[in-house]
């Protein structure tokens, strides 16, 4: 099987698996991070392997936690699995699996350095799906999906100083851009992406202060 085949049966894989999911990590979010992380290399000029970088931006969040009902193994199962069955090499595979492992945000005090390059290009393409106009629509979208309030000015953003306690946070969507999306600008790892989460930024500003004028009947 060569490899823009295996590809194309991942991109399927994953299509079908995500199909029906509303909590911000439906196929469009895989396809938009694919075709980003693809942008990336293009521009980027560093040497790397565009077949593990093509992988890993279609797999990484199959084996979300979220997906699993908090069951992270049983989607690294699902993962390695997958791949074994359409004969990508265990070299290869331990690629893949070490990037998706490591990928995800996990609170504004807790480190996630990658180790490769194809790692740092797809946590880049992710990342910058979670801010700007879709990543502004995609928290909201999770906080509907969690029955929680647009904004309460009551509660205060929360610091979170390992996983566990950025998994259980419970606040307001508006606590978000606090506690994540603001913080990703200076988290990227590319030239490109810092580029683009730059402009993304500013409009996030913009966004929260459009948000407040009108909290009081203001604007
Ligand atoms: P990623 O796909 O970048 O790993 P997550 O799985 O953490 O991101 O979250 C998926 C989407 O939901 C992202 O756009 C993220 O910002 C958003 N999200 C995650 N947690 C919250 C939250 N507590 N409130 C609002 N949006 C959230
Ligand atoms: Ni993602």
Known sequence: ???QTQIELTRQFVEQFLEGESSGHDYWHIHRVWQMAKKIVSE????????????????HDIADQKLHHGDEEKGRILVVQWLDKINVSS????????IIQTLSFKGSNVRTDMETIEGK?????????AIGAIGIARAFAYGGSRGRPLYDPKIKPQKHDNYEQYKSSYGPTV???YEKLLLLKDRMNTETAKKIAIHRHKFMEKYLSEFYGQ?????
């Open 175 to 177: 606590n978000h851009f």
């Open 215 to 219: 909290w009081d009947g203001k604007k």
């Open 1 to 3: 099987m060569d490899t």
């Open 91 to 98: 070299e290869n595979s331990h690629h893949i699996m070490e």
């Open 44 to 59: 980027e000029k560093i040497p790397c392997d565009l077949f593990v970088v093509e992988m890993a931006a279609l797999l």
């Open 121 to 129: 290009i797809v946590q880049d393409a992710d990342r910058l799906d």
